[in-house]
Each structure stands twice: as C-alpha cells, then as structure tokens.
C-alpha cells in the first residue's frame, strides 16, 4: 500500500492549476514498499556504496591526520622546542589551532567555486576534483617536516571534504528512488563511522607499536587514496546534470547505467518527470539558474532552512561535548576521562544505524525537530550539573553528566545527518548545488568561532558554558518547528509545489500534493499517457 493511500481521511488537499495536467512528475516506482525498492534498484544502491565508500576512505585520511598529534615521533618533529633534547617537547598551541582551522579554511575555498564546477561540469568530475585535493594532501602530509606544510596537508584534506560535503548527498538524491532516498543519504554517516572506528583503533596500535614512528600511518593512506579513485571511476554521471544541458541522449544512457535490468522501466516516462520538473523550475527562476536566485522568492525560505540545521550543529553544543572533550575532560574530572572516546564513537554508530534505517518509514521532521528539543534541554541540564558539584568531584554528578552527554551525542549525530539530508532535499533541483556553499559557509564560520570561543569560556565558565549555547540553541529549535517540513517520500515536483503553494511545514505530511493525485488516477487506469480511459 503506498504513503498516498495510507493518508487519513482529512488529509489536506487543494487542487491547483498545472501545466501538464496530464504528465507525471512523480514517479510510478514511489507506490512500491522501501523492500521492494531496495531489490529493484540494487544497482543504483551499488552506485550509492562505491560513493561512500570513497568517502569513508577519505575520512581515513582526515581521522589519521588528526590523531596523528599524539605520536610521540610527531611531537619529537613539530615541537616548538625542536633540537633541545635536555627540554621537554611540546606542540606548540599555536599551530594545533592553525591545523584544525585550516581544515574549515580548506572548505571554504572551495565553497566558493564548486558548485560553478559540479553544474559547469558535471557531479563526477566534481568527485575528481575532491580526489585530487585529497591526494596532494596526502602528498603534504608524507613530506611535511614542518609545521607549516603540514597546514598545508590540512588545508588540501579540508578542500576535498569540502567538495563532498557539497556534492555527495546531491549526486545520491539524483539517481535513487523517492522511497528509499532518505535512508541512502544518511546511510554515509554509517559508513563514515565505521570508517572512524576502523582509523581510532588503527591509530591506538600504531601509536602503540611505533611510537616514534608518525610517517607510518602517512605511508599507509596512499592504500585508500587509491580506492577512492578506483570506487568512483566507475560511477555514471546523474542524469540530472544532462537534463539541465538539455543532453536527453548522455541522460538515458546514465539512466541505463543505473536503472538497467529492471524489467518495464520505461526510461521515457522517468527522465519526462525530470525535464519537467526542470522546466518548471527555471519558469519560476525566469531563465538560467544564478546565485542570486538562491535568495530569492520561496528560494530565500528553502535556502534558511537548510541554513537553520547548519547553524544547528555549531551551536547546539557541539563545542562543548564532543570538540573540546579533552579540555572538559580537565574539568570534569575522573569520571569523564575514564571513558574513552570509542564510546562516543559506538553512540553515534547506533544513532546513525537506526536513523537510516527508519528516516524512510517514520521521516524526518518529528526526529529532528523533538531532537532539536531535547539537546537544548540537555545544554541547560549540563549548566545546572555545574552547581550539583559534576566538576568538584561529586561522583554522583560526574556521572550523570557523563550519562547525559551520551544521550545527546546520539540526538546530536540526528541533527548533523538531518542536515545533509535536507540539504540535499530542500533546495530547487537547479539549486541543489549553489545552495550547499552558502549554508555550509555558515556551519564553518560558526565552527571557527566556537573553536576560538569556547575554550576561554570553559575555563572562565566551566561546563556552565552549557547556559549559553542553550540560549543560542533555543530560537533555532523555534524556528525548527514552524519551518522544518516532512519530505518522506517527495518528489523534487512535490517539494516544489508544496513551497509554491505556501503549505505550513507541519501540514506537509497530511497535504496530496497534484503529483499524487495524478499519480494514483494513472495508477488507478483513469488516464493512460494523458487520455482518458475508454
């Protein structure tokens, strides 16, 4: 039975005028279970797999160079006291920010031309250009004798994740099924956790066993580096970008690459529902997408959603509990620091394991938005534990605080997958890609201000720095509520008409949208390629 005939019975609907009364712009596969839908597009979801898993390979590159501080060799290298054998080592506080910094710098870099490229040029040489990126950084970072070049490295790793931040879950909502997109996109989170899981435990024995050694885990990144390249040559361009060049030949063969085998696909029908789609959308833009239009009419609303779950993560205390978790360690005491960080890790494992699995099935708005709720509550109940003696060595507080920073990592990890959903869901189709550098702009300028905020605040705040993040957290969870709508199951149609039509974000999941209602008549056998049944 699909979503449609599951609706209750005063379910929203108002009729509206449409240009092609009698076309799909939804696609007859959004009928079937998600079951279903994962068998007949298994090799769309293969596709999807070979994406990220060059994706978690790059997160083996990102994940080694961060821990790669704590190697003794390392600190021996890039000390601030280099060549004093008589003095004790030191990274210099100085150039560990620089670092980290460098990687939100990397991003914004390319923030500022790769969606000119990914449409310019197409989502797979977009995934080229990130490999590259990736490959000088790992060039830096096997080379790199001093501090300076290894800001380098970071910059280079901060410009290839840039690029897949913007294009990844782009490219996934493009060439998989309505029914199952949800769950695929946010399925990177899983393969990305694993991947850090896999680098956290790598790290600790190679740390372990060549504690002098730090070019070792360097030399080794060269392994996945080549994988990467290897998973997304084979990769076939989305047949969105040649609908956009009105290249309808390069588009169904892409098509064929991805939905070949499955028996009465009817490749006409399906790339119809997307050039129509396009049409529409450049009807409403008036001509050839810009920049401009991302801030423009219903864009401007599409746009700051999106934006709202960027900022969401920077200032829903990510700072405090995960970033700076060795700092508050400081603070906290004995309690915290005998947790290790794999547990946080296992957390959002689990978080993000059953987020994909169900995001298809129970959607996303009352997740996120409840989830939103309850990391602000989380943020003041931190403050509070301040004053019930958590950082005075009161065990009972101690551990509470610890419990209740476990709880939200796994709401929190909701939230940052929520984003790359939504990021890829929310914008206009010919928008997709120019609306991701500003909104990811906002997450790394946010991210580089907490990270030269916040420590200062812990030390004059201590965890009660919980009350401020709370304070800045609740407007946004406000916001979330009235302006977070349900996509489950939306064509890019729909979601264009549901903003076109101007429908609350809290009706979206009760409202029949014209693409539906036309959808279920040709199902139904009343109209047959826009006649009338005889």
């Known amino acids: 039975m699909s979503d449609l005939e599951k609706r209750p019975a005063d379910t929203h609907l108002e009729k509206v005028a449409t240009n092609h009364p009698a076309e799909l712009l939804k696609s007859r596969y959004d009928n079937l279970s998600i079951p279903k839908t994962l068998v007949l597009f298994k090799r769309s979801v293969f596709f999807v797999l070979m994406l990220y898993t060059g994706y978690m390979c790059e997160g083996f590159e990102l994940g080694a160079g961060g821990s790669i501080i704590a190697n003794k060799g390392f600190i021996k290298q890039f000390s601030s006291n280099h060549g004093n054998d008589g003095d004790v080592r030191k990274l210099n506080p100085t150039w560990v920010a620089t670092w980290a910094a460098m990687l939100n710098v990397g991003q914004i870099l390319v923030f500022t031309h790769i969606g000119w490229v990914a449409d310019r040029f197409g989502r797979k040489i977009a995934f080229y250009m990130a490999w590259v990126w990736l490959m000088v950084g790992c060039a830096f970072f096997n080379t790199a004798k001093t501090p300076a070049v290894w800001a380098l490295a970071k910059l280079c790793n901060g410009a290839g994740v840039g690029v897949l931040q913007i294009c990844a879950q782009v490219y996934v909502m493009e060439i998989v099924p309505n029914r199952i997109r949800g769950g695929l996109i946010t399925f990177q989170a899983v393969w990305s956790t694993i991947g850090g899981i896999i680098v956290s435990v790598m790290m600790q024995q190679l740390n372990k066993k060549h504690p002098e050694n730090y070019m070792l885990p360097m030399r080794i990144l060269w392994a996945p580096i080549g994988l990467i390249i290897i998973c997304w040559a084979i ?258 149609a729909e979601i264009d008409e549901l903003y076109e039509r101007k429908i609350p974000a809290w009706r979206w999941s009760k409202t029949v949208t014209e693409a539906e209602t036309h959808l279920r008549e040709v199902s139904q056998g009343q109209v047959v390629h826009g006649k009338q049944d005889a």
């Open 235 to 492: 990769l076939p361009e989305s047949p969105w970008y040649y609908a956009r060049q009105g290249n309808k030949e390069k588009a169904l063969k892409a098509m064929k690459q991805l939905y070949g085998g499955i028996e009465g696909y009817d490749f006409e029908e399906e790339y119809g529902i997307i050039e129509r789609t396009i049409e529409h959308e450049r009807e409403i833009n008036k001509g050839a997408p810009t920049y401009r239009d991302v801030f423009r009419g219903v864009n401007l609303k599409r746009t700051l959603s999106v934006a709202m779950l960027s900022a969401c993560q920077q200032l829903a205390g990510l700072a405090i509990i995960r970033t700076y978790s060795t700092c508050e360690a400081l603070i906290i005491s004995y309690v915290y620091v005998a947790v290790p960080t794999l547990t946080f890790s296992c957390v959002n494992l689990l978080a993000v394991t059953l987020w994909s699995l169900s995001t298809d099935k129970l959607g996303r708005r009352v997740f996120v938005t409840w989830g939103q709720t309850f990391c602000c509550v989380v943020l003041f109940l931190v403050g509070a534990l301040y004053y019930a003696g958590a950082t005075k060595g009161n065990a009972a507080a101690g551990t509470g605080l610890l419990v209740v920073c476990c709880f939200w990592t796994f709401t929190f990890q909701i939230i940052i997958m929520s984003y790359y959903l939504y990021s890829a869901e929310l914008p206009s189709a010919l928008l997709r890609v120019k609306t991701g550098p500003f909104t990811f702009l906002v997450n790394s300028i946010l991210g580089i201000a907490t990270c030269y905020a916040t420590p200062p605040m812990l030390l004059k705040l201590n965890i009660r720095a919980g009350f401020i993040y709370g304070a800045f957290s609740v407007p946004l969870c406000i916001l979330m509520w009235y302006y977070l709508p349900e996509t489950k199951g939306r064509s890019a």
